[in-house]
C-alpha cells in the first residue's frame, strides 16, 4: 500500500476547511489528517479523528504539531476575507501575511514536503483586465486581503525557487456551500441569498444587481484543491496561484434561477461598502493554466449549484 502523507491543516473549522478536512481523511485516512483551528472545538464534528487548537500567529505551538505528529502535508487555510480585512488591516496582515511566512519557514526547517496556500480572485484590482482575467497579468490589489495574498503567492514562488519548497495554491473564486456559512467576503451574497430566501423569503442584497463574479461550488473546490495536491511537481508550471473558477453569476442572474424554486421569493438591493471592493475584481477568469497543467475541470455550472444547493439548505 502507498505510503500516506501525515497531514496538518489550519483554519479548519472554516467554510472550505471543514469539508476538506473530511475529503482528506477519507482520502488519507482519519488517523493521517490532524485539523487545528483558532476555536478549540472541532467544527466538523461526526467525523471524529485529530483536532488542536492552534492560533496560526504562534509559530512554536505550530513547530510542536510538526514534530509531535511528524507532518509532511501542510494545508495553510487560515485567514481573514476581503471585507473583514479592511475593518482591521494590521490584523489581517499579521495572519494572511506574517503568520504564513513563518509557517513556510516552518515548514522548511522541518522537511514539510508539500504545502497549499489558498489565494483569491482578492489578488486583482482596477488594473487587471476583468474579462478572461490571465493567469500572469497585473496585481495591484486594492484590499488589504489581496495584498496579503499576492505577497504571499510571490513568498511561496520565493521560497520555490530559492529553497526548493513545493508550496501550490489556487485563486479560489467566491466558493459556495451549504455547511458553513462563510463570512467577511465579498462574495458571501451567494451563499447568504440562499438561506435566506429559504428562510425569510426576501433577501437584501449588498451588492448591486448587475455585478458579475467569479464563483464556484464547494465540490469543485475540494476537487480541484486535490487534484492540484495530488499533481505530479513536474505538471506544474507555475508556484503563484493557478487561476480557477467554475461559473461566473450576478445577484440577479443567482435570484432568476432561485425563483424556480422559490417562485414567491422576493430580492431587494442596498449597495454597501463591499461594492467597491467586487468592482475591483474579475468578471470571468480564464483557468487554462490549471487545466492544460493537471487536467482541472469543474463539475458545476450555476444551474447544476443552485439543483444542489437548494436540496441542502435548510
Ligand atoms: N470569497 C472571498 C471574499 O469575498 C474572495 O476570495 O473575500
Redesign the pocket.
Given at each position: 500500500m502507498e505510503k500516506q502523507p501525515k497531514v496538518l491543516v489550519t483554519g479548519s473549522g472554516g467554510q472550505i476547511g471543514t469539508e476538506l478536512v473530511r475529503a482528506l481523511r477519507s482520502m488519507h485516512g482519519t488517523e493521517n489528517v490532524l485539523s487545528t483551528d483558532l476555536i478549540p472545538r472541532d467544527r466538523d464534528e461526526g467525523a471524529e479523528g485529530p483536532f488542536a487548537q492552534l492560533d496560526v500567529t504562534d509559530t512554536e505551538s505550530f513547530v510542536a504539531l510538526l514534530e509531535e505528529h511528524k507532518i509532511n502535508h501542510v494545508y495553510h487555510l487560515a485567514a481573514l476575507?476581503?471585507?473583514k480585512?479592511e475593518k482591521n488591516i494590521d490584523l489581517t496582515w499579521n495572519i494572511n501575511f506574517e503568520a504564513h511566512r513563518k509557517l513556510l519557514a516552518a515548514c522548511y526547517s522541518h522537511n514539510v514536503d508539500r504545502v497549499f496556500f489558498p489565494s483569491?480572485?482578492?489578488v486583482y484590482g482596477p488594473t487587471t483586465p476583468r474579462q478572461m482575467t490571465p493567469q500572469f497579468t497585473s496585481f495591484q490589489p486594492s484590499t488589504v486581503?489581496g495584498i496579503t495574498k499576492i505577497t504571499g503567492e510571490l513568498w511561496n514562488q520565493y521560497y520555490k525557487s530559492r529553497y526548493g519548497l513545493d508550496v501550490r495554491s489556487l485563486r479560489?473564486?467566491?466558493?459556495i456551500s451549504y455547511e458553513v456559512i462563510?463570512e467577511?467576503?465579498?462574495?458571501?451574497f451567494s451563499v447568504e441569498m440562499f438561506f435566506e430566501l429559504k428562510r425569510k423569503g426576501h433577501y437584501v442584497c449588498y451588492l448591486k444587481k448587475d455585478t458579475r463574479l467569479p464563483m464556484i461550488y464547494m465540490p469543485d473546490v475540494i476537487k480541484a484543491t486535490l487534484g492540484l495536491m495530488q499533481a505530479e511537481v513536474h505538471q506544474l508550471s507555475t508556484s503563484m496561484g493557478y487561476n480557477l473558477s467554475g461559473f461566473s453569476l450576478t445577484p440577479a442572474e443567482l435570484f432568476e434561477e432561485l425563483q424556480r424554486y422559490y417562485p414567491e421569493a422576493t430580492i431587494s438591493y442596498e449597495p454597501d461598502a463591499r461594492q467597491q471592493?467586487a468592482d475591483s475584481w474579475s468578471e470571468t477568469i480564464d483557468d487554462r493554466t490549471a487545466s492544460d497543467d493537471w487536467g482541472w475541470q469543474p463539475d458545476y455550472n450555476m444551474q447544476g449549484m443552485v439543483k444542489d444547493m437548494v436540496k441542502h439548505v435548510v
Open positions: 476575507l476581503s471585507s480585512g483569491t480572485i482578492g486581503y479560489y473564486p467566491g466558493v462563510p467577511g467576503g465579498t462574495t458571501d471592493i
